[in-house]
């Protein structure tokens, strides 16, 4: 397994350009099992984009971890502007705080790294949503990805 180090050697954030995350929570405990606590974290990554820090076109919130497809936004309204790292900390962050408080606990909810790939030109950002959505389906949780209720994409 990668160490964190290595996960952010050569990472860079540019506006405009596609980027596919995939994070993971603490010690891959299943948390977003939850209905509640799932919804919490995709209230969080809906506020990031109403909150313009990126354009969402696809994610899936599995079991123990989370697949994003996003844009990174050039039109913050905040005196910082948007990179990978703010993004990051603000979907852990907030996420975090929040599913904590619902269960009355206290620590980390998401492992320290996350694994990023900025998408290509050439690259179709459909075929790469079609198989972010469709995770659910090779990890074999289901047999229709309309049976999983913790998914969307712009196209789909």
């Not at 405009?16 to 603490?26: L, P």
């Not at 313009?52 to 936004?73: G, I, K």
Request: aromatic share 12%; with cysteine.
């Amino acid at each position: 397994m990668m160490g964190y180090d290595a996960l952010r050697k050569g990472r860079v954030s540019e506006i405009g350009r596609a980027y596919f995350i995939t994070t993971v929570s603490k010690n891959r405990e299943p948390l977003f099992n939850d209905l509640y606590v799932a919804r919490i974290v995709i209230k969080t990554m809906k506020c990031l984009h109403d909150e313009n820090y990126v354009n969402s076109l696809s994610w899936v919130l599995m079991p123990d971890h989370l697949h994003w497809l996003f844009q990174l936004s050039d039109s913050r309204l905040y005196e910082f502007e948007t990179s990978l790292s703010i993004v990051m900390k603000r979907l852990k962050s907030i996420s975090a705080q929040d599913i904590n408080k619902y269960l009355n606990r206290d620590g980390s909810v998401w492992q320290k790294a996350y694994y990023d790939r900025g998408l290509r030109d050439n690259e179709s950002l459909k075929k790469t949503a079609r198989y972010i959505v469709a995770n659910p389906l090779r990890a074999g949780l289901v047999d229709n990805i309309l049976e999983y209720s913790h998914w969307d994409a712009q196209w789909l």
